[in-house]
């Protein structure tokens, strides 16, 4: 991907001190005039001072990280919204839109970004003293999660009740989605009223859905035996009692696909016609908010912090880190962010990491800014210059299950930002890589450790 990659892991739940993303600037000179912080932020967690209302508040005013991210976890419901949101804080901070079915007309020191599928997002910032041929410093992390995504054909009918069919998506533990205030966001097609069609957002706040345990009289040998779902039949959400066929309820729509019901439900939130909503794409989600927790308030409790709290970090990296216009007016190189749809299930979609879409990216980049130069493999002479921190979530180390850890690898909460290895390159971290990063780290007194991912389930 890059001539150096690293894999770096946060903490779950991110309660590491100072966090920062950083960009390694490849050059000629010693590591210690090469290594170059982008931006640093206080603690990710507030101390017991901080309640989510006023982490909320002092996000607003641009003065807390653990605010910003709570409020980006809270709209970013799925991964249609999480790049929604980051969208809207790209433009708000000056940011251009591109359309990658246009030509693009880059400047250096310009601030560019672009989405696709509506669920990934790339977004750069171009160094003033930029050269062709000078490489990327990337961060690439993710805006999906696991959840339960709605069939094709959700609408089903089970002793006079209305249920709505549910598929699995990614790794899910799927027993804690029983007993839990749940609803529905994604996207929606809608025939607008000149019969042009429209891609909307949608979210549900109430609770809509929910999938109910079978009561204790019922399954006497659960805790025993313990509890073993089947997830076609048992992960089925309750929507509502079966109304009277003669009621209006049953006379909304005639889609036989989705419940008319459901339909009614998200024509009302999106301001339109039940009859003209002509396809949908949802989630379900908890409805829960992100919040602090406790005794100190330093957790984050929430859903979705794999892998939204790396896509966050990232993305307020570059925007603090080239907020002013002189914040790039020494840079050589391009500033890179990537939020990737679809890692969950191994990345091999148009909008995942597994697609061309980021080199694409940096070919443009490299293309648009060449003007009137004539010389000899330009991209490859970048990506051999370039730096990709690939972010996600590492799992520290449970205080009632410490055997599933390797003895001398056990992420601890707080003690830093987590490398992963893995001899079989199930991650990209090398020797070189990883020193590197961890002298990043000394620099700026950003305390790193290791952990070591198993091949086989720990003896």
């Known amino acids: ?72 976890l809270n709209e970013s419901w799925t991964q249609f919204h999480a790049t929604a949101e980051a969208k809207r804080q790209l433009i708000d901070a ?39 041929g000078s490489g990327f410093q990337v961060i690439a992390a993710h805006t999906d999660s ?39 966001a994604g996207r929606v097609i809608v025939r607008d009223s000149n019969g042009s069609f429209l891609h909307k957002l949608v979210k549900i706040k109430r609770p809509l859905l929910r999938v109910p345990t079978l009561a204790i009289h019922l399954d006497r040998t659960v805790n025993k035996d313990g509890f073993k779902p089947n997830l076609e039949t048992h992960l089925i959400p309750l929507l509502s009692i079966k109304p009277d066929e003669t009621s209006a309820e049953s006379k909304v729509s005639s889609k036989p696909v989705h419940h008319p019901l459901l339909l009614q ?16 794409e949802l989630n379900l989600c ?36 080239c907020r002013l216009p002189a914040d790039l007016s020494t840079e050589h190189a391009v500033r890179m962010v990537a939020l990737f749809d679809n890692e969950e299930v191994g990345s091999d979609s148009f909008q995942g990491a597994g697609a061309p879409t980021m080199f694409q990216a940096m070919r443009r980049i490299i293309d648009s800014l060449a003007d009137k130069y004539v010389g000899e493999n330009a991209f490859e002479r970048a990506i051999r210059k370039s730096f990709l921190v690939s972010a996600d979530m590492a799992h520290g180390v449970h205080p009632n299950f410490t055997d599933k850890h390797e003895e001398h690898h056990r992420p601890e909460m707080q003690k830093g930002l987590v490398i992963k290895h893995n001899a079989n390159q199930r991650y990209a971290t090398s020797g070189i890589t990883a020193f590197l990063f961890k002298e990043v780290g000394k620099i700026h007194n950003l305390p790193t450790q290791l952990e070591m991912i198993w091949d086989v389930d720990p003896p």
């Open 1 to 72: 991907m890059a001539a150096m990659a690293a894999r770096l892991h946060l903490l779950h739940p991110p309660t590491v001190s100072r966090p920062s993303f950083l960009f390694l600037k490849p050059s000629p000179s010693p590591l210690s005039s090469r290594i170059r912080k982008v931006s640093t932020f206080p603690r990710l967690c507030s101390g017991a001072d901080q309640s989510p209302q006023s982490a909320s508040s002092s996000a607003a005013s641009g003065g807390s990280i653990v605010g910003g991210l709570l409020d980006y």
């Open 94 to 132: 000056g940011f251009h839109l591109l359309n990658e079915n246009d030509e693009w007309n880059l400047k250096p020191g310009g601030r560019y970004f672009f989405t696709r599928n509506m669920s990934c997002l790339i977004a750069f910032a171009v160094g003033e003293r930029y050269d062709v």
């Open 146 to 184: 696991p959840c339960l995504k709605l069939k094709p054909k959700s609408a089903s009918t089970k002793s006079n009740y209305l249920m709505v069919n549910v598929q699995t998506y990614g790794g899910g533990l799927w027993h804690t989605w029983f007993d839990r205030d749940l609803s529905v």
């Open 265 to 280: 439900i998200l024509s009302d939130e999106l301001g339109c016609c039940a009859d003209d909503i002509m396809s949908i």
């Open 286 to 321: 908890d409805t829960q908010p992100s919040c602090l927790g406790g005794g100190n308030n330093e957790f984050i409790f929430s859903g979705r912090l794999d892998n939204l709290a790396s896509s966050y970090c990232a993305l307020r990296a570059l925007i603090d880190s």
